[in-house]
């Protein structure tokens, strides 16, 4: 008798107290749930397995990424509805621990032992990247970096696009193009930087290339642009020496430790500071800091998660520490502008663009699902299927707002106190001519 989907609902509601908001297709065919609402396809028994020794988040992050778990309908609908009972409701191993003392519950876990079958626990998809601690020493960092980002270059064109932009983007519309919107975020960094023919601008964290050729097109700065990635540091160059801009860009592997000829008027930092860890933050602002003139301005473009009332409790989110930026840390906003203020920066202007990420997320996954077969080729079934959970679900945490991502601006003000601020900074909100 096809039953394993009523057993498994049955099993997973007396385990986690709720309702199962979803509907749930098992091996067997059989299926149960609510009439209409996503489907989470269990493909076999190992899935089980995967969930019963990592419950929570990893576990079922093992199971997609390995193919064993599915979702059929709106993906965005399904991971909000299994948001409420992975990602919000704090599933440690001290929480499980004090289910466990049910009976209820210890016997949910014995079903789903029958249910899964050999009681033996699969080894984590190849993708996974599991180290202990966050040291963030350079070469830690330039592993981190090298997981990541050098995943292929013609993956991140199917994910990114023709700008090969791998930050939020800054919407005028809902509806404009992908393109358009990035290259509005571009100018918007240059303009806050006050960026003119004749500056020196150090761009931390260079990605492909973009801000560097963008700032030095349109506003006439020497560039150097600096990664960790052998494989971005190539195409950069090549898109660079293609625009005829060799003599005013130029793109190194380096860290940021290691830059040694400074100073600069201004330096842009986008979407890199999350790279850096919480116990090397200040150091991280020292460094850019001492490399800036007196007066010289820095744009920190930076992801950041929500505070909590006990921020010793804080924990890196697992799918992301094994799957997408090893190493990687978010931090309050607030703790950002206090860590920049330290080391000796006076901060301008803060502005949250939370939803422009949520926008442009949901354009990464729209690219990646148009080309699913050739991203698969390119980069290896189990790695494309991290980068569209991982975007889908980041998508939704910006737009509910679990996580935010803000533009700091800051300036290395000299003693006399002259900041070279406009009255009225804000005029950078919008283009001239505009």
């Known amino acids: 008798m096809a039953d394993a989907a009523v057993r498994l609902k049955s099993l997973l509601e007396q385990l986690l107290g709720v309702p199962l908001p979803v509907r749930i297709r098992a091996w067997d065919g059989s299926q149960a749930g609510p009439p209409g609402a996503p489907t989470l396809v269990v493909r076999n028994r190992r899935a089980v397995r995967r969930l019963l020794f990592k419950p929570g988040e990893l576990g079922l992050a093992r199971a997609w990424v390995a193919g064993d778990l599915e979702i059929e309908g709106d993906l965005y609908a399904a991971l909000d509805l299994l948001a409420g009972l992975v990602w919000e409701r704090g599933d440690d191993a001290r929480s499980l621990a004090q289910a466990l003392r049910d009976p209820e519950v210890r016997a949910a876990v014995r079903g789903l032992v029958r249910l899964g079958g050999v009681p033996l626990p699969p080894a984590p998809p190849p993708e996974e990247v599991r180290r202990p601690g966050h040291l963030h020493t350079k070469r830690t960092d330039k592993r981190a970096i090298s997981h990541h980002y050098d ?12 700008s090969m932009v791998y930050s939020c ?19 918007l960094v240059c303009r806050k930087l006050g960026l003119k023919p004749g500056l020196r601008l150090l761009d931390v964290g260079c990605g492909w290339g973009s801000m560097a050729m963008h700032a030095a097109r349109e506003y006439g700065v020497s560039v150097v642009g600096i990664t960790l990635s052998q494989e971005q540091a190539a195409f950069a160059r090549k898109r660079v020496a293609d625009e005829g801009l060799t003599d005013r860009v130029e793109i190194r592997v380096q860290d940021y430790r290691d830059v040694g000829d400074g100073p600069y008027d201004a330096v842009s930092s986008i979407g890199m500071a999350e790279h850096v860890g919480a116990e090397r933050y200040l150091e991280y602002a020292d460094v850019l800091n001492r490399l800036l003139k007196p007066g010289g301005r820095l744009l920190n473009h930076q992801i950041a998660r929500r505070p909590q009332r006990d921020e010793s409790s804080y924990e890196v989110d697992e799918f992301i520490d094994a799957y997408v930026f090893p190493d990687g840390e978010l931090q309050p906003v607030g703790v950002t502008v206090a860590q920049l203020e330290r080391a000796g920066f006076e901060v301008r202007d803060v502005e949250s663009i939370r939803e422009h990420y949520a926008l442009t997320l949901r354009r990464w996954v729209a690219n990646l699902e148009a080309e699913w077969a050739r991203a698969v080729k390119l980069s290896g079934f189990g790695r494309a299927r991290v980068w569209r959970l991982y975007m889908a679900a980041s998508a939704l945490a910006f737009e509910r707002n679990r996580i935010g991502v803000n533009q700091v601006l800051a300036v290395r003000t000299p003693e006399s106190g002259a900041s070279g601020m406009a009255l009225r900074a804000r005029k950078w909100s919008e283009p001239e001519g505009r």
């Open 151 to 162: 995943v292929g270059n013609d993956f991140y064109e199917i994910v990114l696009g023709p």
């Open 169 to 187: 983007a800054y919407w005028p519309a809902p509806d404009s193009t992908l393109e358009t919107a990035q290259r509005d975020k571009l100018d």
